[in-house]
């Protein structure tokens, strides 16, 4: 009797503990680890759980349908390169873990050189312009930067317009956006009249809006992360700066944009993805509806534009491991199928892999016409 209660309290202990720590189960065959480093609180987590909820809608998807299952191991970064560096040294350690997605440009910088000394497939939410080019390792499943300020030259020349003033968060996306953005315009024979940094989670805009406004710009640029772009155009508005003045970058599609009334935002342009531009319009493809429609039967809410593309790095993934039968574990067999694929018809629309571990990705020009979202084509 005492032996049958002993195996039964072991078989219990057993079960609470691979329950709590599912990292501690050992990797079987049909088990496909993910380490997601993603700001789940504080100012940030309005970026990092719409993210949380796409992996979470393409795991039980593919799990639903599959005989291999996946399995994600999430970490909180807090939004804090430090706290970002922890949770990816946790996960290293963890040796069924077989890729990673890492969200926010400061804490993608801040692990490169661990993506390097371990030689882990990872995938980077930043649109940081070249960042993959800091290790053979790293993979932008995102909009980039490089493809954002192309964008956003040719809607500057569409317009004229050779004299800009760009406002920036004071951080490494906005810092080397507006660097990368300076060379690139003044190359082709533009004039940056000057330009001023804000904190990311700033929503005093008035002392930056003055000095912007002094230089008597042809054209404002925002360089931000969209979340600090209602204050800041609504105060824009109270200093006679009108929408039609400025071009922003990719969060100029934030939902909280988007729900603006039309005074805050009529003629304001943006360099967007298509997957936005497509949902506000309802003429979304079939990949990218099947994933708004699950997203929202889930959540009761639409995804944004990062929650596609974050859907869409388990979506890759998953069809190479088709496609190929490649042994998904076998580190430099997925890089070079990753390396190689070429108009990817995923949730965020249509992407291209390049050499260095950047994407092509659906980005168009568009613009808010009286409360619509329409392309500059």
Known sequence: MKKKLLYSLICLLSLLITGIFPGCQHSSEDTIWIGAILPLSGSSAVIGEPKKRALDVSLEEF???????????????????????????????????????????????????????????????????????????????????????????????????????????NELYGINAYKFLEKEFVAQGGVVVGHEEYP?????????????????????????????????????????????????????????????????????????????????NDKLEPEMAKFVDRYTAKYNELPDFRAAYTYDVINILMSIWKDHKTDIRDVEKMRNHLLQIRNFRGASGNISFYPNGDTRTDLVIAQYQNSQIVINE
């Open 63 to 169: 799990n639903n349908q599959h005989d291999i299952k996946i399995e994600i191991l999430f970490e909180d970064s807090k939004g804090t390169f430090r706290d970002g560096i922890t949770a990816f040294q946790k996960l290293l350690n963890n040796k069924n873990i077989h890729y990673y997605y890492i969200d926010l440009t400061p804490i993608v910088n801040s692990c490169v050189p661990l993506v390097n000394e371990h030689n882990v497939i990872t995938f980077a939410g930043s649109a940081e312009p070249e960042i993959t080019q800091q290790s053979d390792y790293l993979f932008r499943l995102f909009a980039g930067g490089d493809q954002e300020i192309s964008l956003m030259i040719d809607a500057l020349k569409a317009e004229n317009a050779n004299e800009i003033y760009i406002l920036h968060t």
């Open 200 to 280: 990311m989670n700033n929503t005093d805009f008035k002392a930056v809006l003055t000095k912007a406004k002094s230089a008597n710009p042809q054209k404002y640029i925002l360089l931000g992360y969209g979340n600090e772009y209602a204050p800041l155009l609504k105060q824009a508005i109270e200093m006679s700066i009108r929408p039609e003045d400025i071009i922003c970058n990719l969060g100029g599609s934030n939902k909280s944009v988007i729900d603006l009334p039309v005074e805050f935002t009529n003629g304001l342009t943006f360099i967007g993805p298509r997957f936005t531009y497509l949902m506000m």
